[in-house]
C-alpha cells in the first residue's frame, strides 16, 4: 500500500474536491440503496475520515458503527466530527485490514455481532482480500450482508491518460485497484460464496473549471508523480485553451451480498 494512501489529509483534499466538482453525491447515491435497519449493528472497513459512517451512523439510530481505518489520524478527524449524541454508539478501531481478527478481538468485539459489514474504496489495500472477504463471514450474523463500494471499467481514464502522456508511469496496483478489482476480485467471490447478489453501477463525472483544481486532485492521490508536474501542468493548461474544462468520469459500482441461509 502507498503510504499516501493511508494519510488523512490527502483523503480529505481528494473527498473536497470531488464534493465540488461531482455531478452525482457518491454518499447519497450510496445509501439511497444501500438497506440500513435502526437497531442495524455494523463495521465499517476502511473508514477514512467518515465520508460514509456518519451517514450510516444516523440511520443505525437504535444501534452502532464499529469503524476500522489504518491510520489514527484519520479516526481522530472521524471522532471530531461526530455529534455528542452519537458518539456513544460508534467506536473507532485502528489497525490494518489484513489483521481484522486480532484488531477486533483486542477491541472486544465479539464473533457473528454485525448485521452489515460495508467498505468503500479501500478493500483493494488488501494484500489478500479474498482472505479478508472469507474472514468478515465469521463476524455476520447468520443473514447478515456486505456491501463493497469501488471504481471499475473505464474509471479516471481523462485523467489516467493525462497523466501516462506527462510521461509519468502508472502502477500496476493502481491501474488494477481502478479498473479491474471489483470485477475480477469482488464480484466473483461474492457470487460463489453468497445467495443473493445485487450490483449497482453509475458513471459520475466530476469537472473541474481550472487547471488548479485538477492539479490539486492529483497532488493528493496515491499516483502523483513530483518530477512530472511541469509536463502534466502544459498539457493541462493546453486542455483548459482547448475545451474550457476537464471532465473526469467516475466508474462507480457498489455489490451487495446477503448472506446465504443455512
Given amino acids: 500500500m502507498s503510504n499516501r494512501a493511508t494519510q488523512a489529509e490527502l483523503l480529505e483534499q481528494r473527498i473536497a474536491e470531488n464534493l465540488q466538482s461531482q455531478e452525482i453525491d457518491l454518499t447519497t447515491w ?3 440503496r444501500l438497506r440500513i435497519n435502526p437497531p442495524d449493528q455494523i463495521l465499517e472497513l476502511c473508514c477514512g475520515t467518515g465520508s460514509q459512517t456518519l451517514p450510516m451512523l444516523r440511520k443505525a439510530s437504535e444501534g452502532r458503527v464499529v469503524a476500522v481505518d489504518v491510520s489514527q489520524a484519520a479516526l481522530e478527524a472521524l471522532n471530531g466530527k461526530t455529534e455528542q449524541g452519537e458518539s456513544c454508539r460508534l467506536t473507532t478501531v485502528q489497525g490494518n485490514l489484513d489483521d481484522l481478527p486480532g484488531i477486533l478481538g483486542r477491541s472486544g468485539v465479539i464473533r457473528r455481532s454485525f448485521d452489515l459489514t460495508f467498505c468503500a474504496y479501500g478493500l483493494y489495500y488488501s494484500r489478500d482480500p479474498n482472505r479478508v472477504l472469507n ?3 465469521s463476524w455476520l ?8 463500494v469501488g471504481p471499475y471499467g473505464p474509471n479516471n481514464e481523462a485523467l489516467f491518460d493525462l497523466v501516462e502522456r506527462s510521461g509519468a508511469t502508472l502502477g500496476d496496483a493502481v491501474v488494477f485497484s481502478s479498473s479491474r478489482f471489483m470485477l475480477e476480485t469482488v464480484l466473483p467471490w461474492a457470487s460463489l460464496h453468497f445467495e443473493s447478489v445485487r450490483v449497482s453501477t453509475m458513471v459520475n463525472p466530476v469537472r473541474w473549471i481550472s487547471p488548479e483544481r485538477v492539479l490539486t486532485y492529483w497532488e493528493n492521490t496515491t499516483f502523483y508523480d513530483a518530477q512530472r508536474r511541469i509536463a502534466f501542468e502544459a498539457l493541462l493548461r493546453q486542455h483548459f485553451a ?4 476537464f471532465v473526469n468520469k467516475k466508474w462507480v459500482m457498489m455489490v451487495e451480498m446477503q448472506n446465504a441461509r443455512d
Avoid at 450474523?141 to 463493497?148: F, L, S
Fill in 30 to 32: 450510496i445509501f439511497q
Fill in 135 to 137: 474472514e468478515i463471514v
Fill in 141 to 148: 450474523k447468520p443473514e447478515g450482508r456486505i456491501a463493497v
Fill in 242 to 245: 482547448e475545451q474550457g474544462e
